[in-house]
């Protein structure tokens, strides 16, 4: 059984955009859209309502919402003592 199990992306070309992009689903809902328009090294995140797929929420470069959710990580775990 594998750890993302819920999870699933798919990688290919559209319409919408120049170079390819990564579809995010989870629980048969599309979530999230990462997209490489200004380059690799300037990934994009794009999250979706899970109930509109058409409407999203957030659109920021991929590194600051991953430094964010780490920076948030650390700080649980040193809050709750788990650190």
Do not use: W
Request: glycine content about 4%.
């Amino acid at each position: 059984m594998t750890k993302y199990k819920n999870f699933k992306f798919t990688v290919g070309s559209d319409d919408v955009h120049e170079k390819l992009a990564a579809e995010i689903i989870y629980e048969s809902n599309f979530i999230a859209e990462l997209t490489q328009e200004d380059g690799f090294e300037n990934l994009m995140i794009e999250l979706f309502y899970p109930s509109n797929a058409d409407k999203s929420f957030c659109k920021c470069r991929l590194d600051d919402f991953l430094e964010v959710i780490s920076m948030a990580k650390r700080k649980l775990g040193k809050v709750s003592g788990v650190e």
